[in-house]
C-alpha cells in the first residue's frame, strides 16, 4: 500500500499558502510538533476561516496523518483568537495531542515564522527551515488536500476569496486553470470600469493586467480595486520610478527597519540600509545589499511605515534578485552569524489589522466574502504546468484527447523535485504547451 508521501505526491499536494513547495518534501523528515497555519492575515481574504468553519474535520483528519508519518509528538492549531467561528469548528474535532494556539488579529500573524515563534518560542534559523527547529508548518488548504489524497481524491480546485470592487464578494472552490475573468463572472463582474485585480491580497499581492491569468493550486484570492485607488497607484509603480523616488528623497529616518516583522524577531534584514545602498556606490553599497536577503516580502515597510511613502519593500525585492544574479546570495550559516536577539519591543509593534485597513483605504470593504458552495463550471480551463517551486512535469495526455476530472495529464519528472499536474474538469484537450487548455463537451456541466 502507497506511504503517505506517494499518496500526496500523486495528488499533486503543494504547500496552499504561500510559493507552492512541494509538500510530500516538507513532510520527508521526523519532528516534535507539527502545526497547522489558519491565522490567514490579508486583510479581505477569507479562505482558510472559510475552510476551518466548513471542513473542521477533514483539516485535523491532515494533520493527524502528517503528524503520525512525522512521528509528532505533539501538534498546534494556529488560528486568530478574533475568528471565534473556526475556534469553535475545530475544536469540537482536536484530540488531547493539539492545542489550539490563539493569534493576536497583527498583520503579518501568518507568516510562517510568526506563527512558529509565537505558538512555540523557537526562531527559524535565518535562512533555514522549520525541521531544523523540529517543527513542521502547513497551511489548513494544505491538511484538507491532504485529506483528501487520502480519501483518494487529487487536488483540482482551489479556494479563493473574491472581494473589493465586484458585485457579490464571495469565497468557493474554482477550479484550477479557470481564468480570472470567468472567476470575476462568479462574483457578479467588476463595479467598475477603470480597475485593476491585485492577486494574494492587498499587501504581498501583486498586481495583474491580464485576465486570462489562471488559477493555480497555489491561489488564494484577488481583489479589485479601481485604479485611481491610492493602494492601486501604489502597487503599480514600476522599478524605475520606485527607484527614483527612493534615491531622492529617503532621510533614512530608518522607520521602515524599526517595524519591520524580521528585523523585529531579530533576523539580518534592515530596509533602510538598502535603500540607502540607492545612494552610494562601490564596496560600501555592495556590502548594503547583504541586508536585504532575509525580507520575507510582507510590505509593512512600504505600505505602514514609511512617512514619505517610498517602497523599501520592492528595493528589496529587486536587490534580492540581483544579489542571487551576480552571485552574492550568503549561505544560512553567514545569515545566522548577522542575527541577533528579538527585539525587546517587538510584542509592541504588532499592526493592528483594522488599522491597516483603514491606512490602505479598504475599510469600506466590511463585508465578508461569504462561501458559496457550488460555481458554475467554465467553458474552458487552461492549467499550468508550472505552478509551484520544482521541474516541469511530462505531458502525457495527446491534442483532442478526451479527459476527465482527475486523470493525469503531466507525470512528475522523476528523481526531481516535480509533482503531476491533473485534468480539473471533464472534456477535450484542445492545446498542449506551458499551459493545458481543456474545453468543456457541449451539453455537459
Ligand atoms: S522609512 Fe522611508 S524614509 Fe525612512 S529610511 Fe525607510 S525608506 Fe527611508
Ligand atoms: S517587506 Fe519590509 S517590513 Fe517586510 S520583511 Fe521585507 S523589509 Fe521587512
Known amino acids: 500500500m502507497p506511504n503517505l508521501i506517494e499518496i500526496i505526491k500523486n495528488a499533486g499536494v503543494v504547500g496552499a499558502g504561500g510559493a507552492g513547495f512541494p509538500t510530500y518534501q516538507k513532510i520527508n523528515t521526523e519532528v516534535e510538533i507539527v502545526i497547522a497555519n489558519g491565522a490567514e492575515c490579508e486583510p ?178 484577488f481583489i479589485v480595486l479601481s485604479k485611481e485607488t491610492h493602494l492601486a497607484v501604489r502597487k503599480s509603480q514600476n522599478e524605475k520610478s520606485f527607484k527614483r523616488v527612493g534615491k531622492s528623497a529617503c532621510d533614512q529616518c530608518s522607520l521602515c527597519t524599526e517595524m519591520c516583522p524580521r528585523y523585529l524577531m531579530g533576523y539580518p534584514i534592515k530596509p533602510h540600509l538598502v535603500m540607502r545602498s540607492l545612494l552610494t556606490t562601490g564596496e560600501y553599497s555592495k556590502t548594503l545589499t547583504y541586508w536585504a536577503q532575509a525580507c520575507c516580502e510582507c510590505n509593512i515597510c512600504s505600505l505602514w511605515a514609511c512617512p514619505e511613502e517610498l517602497d523599501p519593500r520592492n528595493i528589496c525585492v529587486t536587490t534580492k534578485r540581483d544579489t542571487k544574479e551576480n552571485n552574492m546570495w550568503l549561505s544560512a550559516e553567514q545569515l545566522q552569524e548577522m542575527s541577533t536577539e528579538v527585539h525587546p519591543l517587538k510584542e509592541y509593534r504588532g499592526v493592528p489589522t483594522k488599522r491597516l485597513v483603514r491606512k490602505l483605504g479598504l475599510q469600506n470593504y466590511t463585508k465578508k466574502a461569504p462561501f458559496q458552495k457550488h460555481i458554475k463550471e467554465p467553458e474552458k480551463v487552461s492549467i499550468p504546468l508550472q505552478q509551484h517551486i520544482g521541474t516541469l512535469p511530462d505531458i502525457i495526455v495527446k491534442q483532442g484527447q478526451k479527459v476527465k476530472k482527475g486523470q493525469v495529464l503531466a507525470e512528475a519528472k522523476k528523481d526531481a523535485l516535480s509533482m503531476p499536474i491533473h485534468a480539473s474538469m471533464d472534456g477535450i484537450i484542445v492545446s498542449l504547451g506551458e499551459r493545458i487548455t481543456i474545453n468543456r463537451e457541449q451539453g455537459s456541466n
Open 44 to 221: 479581505l481574504l477569507y479562505k482558510d476561516v472559510t475552510l476551518m468553519e466548513n471542513y473542521p474535520q477533514e483539516i485535523v483528519n491532515g494533520m493527524l496523518r502528517v503528524m503520525e508519518h512525522v512521528k509528532a509528538k505533539r501538534g498546534i492549531f494556529a488560528v486568530k483568537g478574533k475568528n471565534k467561528k473556526s475556534i469553535e469548528a475545530i475544536s469540537n474535532w482536536l484530540p488531547q495531542n493539539i492545542t489550539l494556539f490563539e493569534m493576536e488579529d497583527v498583520y503579518p500573524a501568518g507568516d510562517e515564522y510568526e506563527v512558529v515563534y509565537h505558538s512555540t518560542g523557537r526562531r527559524i534559523p535565518a535562512g533555514g527551515l522549520p525541521f531544523e527547529i523540529g517543527v513542521v508548518v502547513q497551511n489548513v488548504e494544505t491538511f484538507y488536500n491532504i485529506e483528501q489524497a487520502a480519501q483518494g481524491n487529487v487536488v483540482t480546485h482551489s479556494i479563493l476569496s473574491v472581494h473589493g470592487d465586484v458585485k457579490n464578494p464571495l469565497t468557493a472552490w474554482f477550479p484550477i486553470g479557470m481564468s480570472y475573468a470567468d472567476v470575476l463572472k462568479e462574483a457578479g463582474g467588476a463595479t467598475i470600469d477603470d480597475f485593476i485585480l491585485i492577486d494574494g491580497g492587498p499587501m504581498m499581492g501583486k498586481v495583474v493586467s491580464d485576465l486570462s491569468t489562471p488559477v493555480t493550486r497555489t491561489s488564494g484570492g
